[in-house]
């Protein structure tokens, strides 16, 4: 079965500017969640849809924020871009409590300049 | 709070020697337990899950890891490690509070010396 898609694999994006990625999961799935990925940071939650809402959400400012269609795509929004924006946005995605695991997509690259 | 800590940050074995990498876990009730693989610019792909059951769990490419509740520890193995396995290592507990979130480990990243 086709694995976790995300588009696009790669961005450059200048500071003040905003920006949409998109996480398409494993059919069936319901739940999508978010990952920022930073060598300084390392993995941090952003968000998680499951059914079109958002059931969690981690410690970032408003300018992060998603959605989740019928269709269980995600987006996630990130408005005002700074430098430190720049990371890895993973997505990943599973069926409703994960039990049988999360699979990643490969991530989008996200470069602020 | 829920946290993993990966107390190595770089490790560097010898093609065919085994691996050891270390994982430890804060978590209040019975935690469920992960370990994934990295590849520089990819996502994560999983190893191997331990939800119950038997503390020895196998997972893809020759990986096991074993879970110790008296030491709230989950620690991967593998008997023989193969260049290909170079790459960075991530402990995750989950899932956390209401919903799917997962709390990494800082990872471990091995080098495979030939």
């Known amino acids: 079965k086709a694995g976790v898609t995300q588009t696009p694999r790669y961005l450059i994006k200048t500071r003040g500017q905003q920006v949409t990625l998109s996480c398409s999961p494993i059919s069936g799935h319901r739940s999508v969640s978010w990952y920022q990925q930073t060598p300084g940071q390392g993995l941090q939650f952003l968000f998680e849809y499951f059914s079109e809402t958002q059931r969690n959400k981690g410690n970032f400012p408003g300018r992060f924020s998603g959605r989740q269609f019928s269709n269980s795509r995600s987006e996630m929004n990130v408005s005002t871009l700074e430098l430190g924006d720049s990371a890895l946005y993973l997505c990943?995605?599973?069926?409703?409590?994960?039990?049988?695991?999360?699979?990643f997509g490969s991530g989008t690259r996200l470069t602020v300049v | 709070a829920q946290s993993v800590t990966q107390p190595d940050i770089h490790i560097t074995v010898s093609e065919g020697a085994s691996l050891e990498l270390r994982c430890n876990y804060s978590y209040g009730a019975t935690p469920y337990l992960f370990w994934y693989v990295q590849s520089p610019g990819q996502g994560l792909q999983l190893l191997l899950k331990y939800f119950s059951g038997d503390t020895l769990v196998q997972g893809i490419k020759g990986f096991e890891a074993e879970f110790k509740r008296s030491q709230s520890s989950f620690n991967l193995r593998k008997p023989s490690v193969h260049w290909s396995d170079a790459a960075e290592y991530f402990c995750?507990?989950?899932?956390?509070?209401?919903?799917?979130?997962?709390?990494f480990g800082a990872g471990t990243i091995l080098r495979v010396k030939s």
């Open positions: 990943a995605s599973s069926l409703d409590r994960g039990f049988d695991g999360y699979t």
């Open positions: 995750a507990v989950g899932p956390i509070e209401y919903g799917n979130k997962l709390v």
